[in-house]
């Protein structure tokens, strides 16, 4: 178990992680970074800053160069806290022979619920993502919008106290961008700790508590929205954003 603040184990909790890819290239380097439970957490940076990396390595997909991470105090290849984890990916990877309700039921299993369960569940989230009258569709069959809805549907099926979401609002359009938000705010408000990356940085200043500034695989600086207004004396975080990532100031 990780050290522990105030009786609770930080969501996530990244000690010295560095990523070195086999063509040599270090694509996270050293890189520090504690998320409380509860949290709205963003992770902000360029094409290539290394936060698909950062997440990969937290969710075990990436192995880790060097470096601990912790969820909610288990080591991260736990089956502990696989069970805390729930991850939407940028690749809408589904498998293309499953109708869309299979797929919920199937990844149900993955993580140990019984069929009925699962079945419950499963029924439940197709309603919640208004997918319920596709229930029998496959993936491809489906719209880009109603894709998205999807994958973050099946990382919701075992219930996450933490929930990943990489770019999920990338593309769709505004209307299912503020739908997928409303969804997220509310699995927020009833306890779910949030990590998200996204590159429409006023959707990340609205809905972050705190947000970390990623470039070239370190974490250049982190703080509330309005403290890094303050700190760079920026009118928003587009501003911070332009300063800190290309590099005009670094704190
Ligand atoms: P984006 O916003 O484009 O998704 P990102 O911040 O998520 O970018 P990563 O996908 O983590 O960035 O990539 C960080 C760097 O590591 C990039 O230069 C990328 O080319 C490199 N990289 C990622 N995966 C591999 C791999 N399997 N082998 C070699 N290099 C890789």
């Known amino acids: 178990m990780c050290p522990v603040a105030d009786g609770k184990p930080p969501a996530l909790l990244v000690q010295g992680l560095s990523k070195?890819?086999?063509?040599?290239f270090t694509a996270v380097a050293g890189l520090d970074l504690e998320i409380p439970d509860g949290a709205?957490?963003?992770?902000?940076?360029?094409?290539?800053?290394?936060?698909?990396?950062?997440?990969?390595?937290?969710?075990?997909?990436?192995?880790?160069?060097?470096?601990?991470?912790?969820?909610f105090g288990h080591d991260h290849r736990s089956r502990a806290a696989r069970r805390l984890l729930g991850l939407a990916e940028q690749e809408?990877?589904?498998?293309?022979?499953?109708?869309?309700?299979?797929?919920?039921?199937?990844?149900?299993?993955?993580?140990?619920?019984?069929?009925?369960?699962?079945?419950?569940?499963?029924?439940?989230?197709?309603?919640?993502?208004?997918l319920d009258g596709k229930a029998a569709?496959?993936?491809?069959?489906?719209?880009?919008?109603?894709?998205?809805?999807?994958?973050?549907?099946?990382?919701?099926?075992?219930?996450?106290?933490l929930l990943i979401l990489d770019e999920?609002?990338?593309?769709?359009?505004?209307?299912?961008?503020?739908?997928?938000w409303r969804l997220v705010k509310g699995l927020n408000?009833?306890?779910?700790?949030v990590l998200l990356t996204t590159h429409y940085l006023e959707e990340a200043e609205t809905l972050c508590d705190e947000i970390a500034l990623l470039r070239a695989g370190r974490i250049v600086d982190r703080g509330s929205a309005a403290l890094l207004r303050d700190r760079y004396e920026a009118r928003?975080?587009?501003?911070?954003?332009?300063?800190?990532?290309?590099?005009?100031?670094?704190a």
Not at 41 to 70: E, H, M, Q
Not at 189 to 193: D, E, K, P
């Open 20 to 24: 070195t890819y086999g063509d040599g």
């Open 40 to 71: 709205f957490f963003g992770l902000l940076g360029p094409n290539g800053a290394g936060k698909t990396t950062l997440i990969g390595s937290v969710c075990n997909i990436v192995r880790p160069t060097t470096g601990t991470l912790t969820v």
């Open 92 to 130: 809408i990877n589904v498998d293309r022979f499953l109708s869309i309700r299979q797929i919920l039921i199937y990844h149900a299993g993955y993580h140990g619920i019984g069929r009925k369960a699962a079945v419950r569940r499963a029924d439940e989230l197709l309603e919640v993502f208004r």
């Open 137 to 161: 569709a496959r993936a491809y069959e489906l719209s880009g919008g109603m894709q998205r809805r999807l994958v973050l549907a099946r990382a919701l099926m075992h219930r996450p106290r």
């Open 168 to 180: 999920p609002t990338a593309g769709v359009d505004v209307e299912l961008r503020s739908e997928i």
């Open 189 to 193: 408000a009833a306890g779910t700790t």
């Open 236 to 250: 928003d975080i587009s501003e911070v954003y332009d300063r800190v990532i290309t590099g005009e100031e670094v």
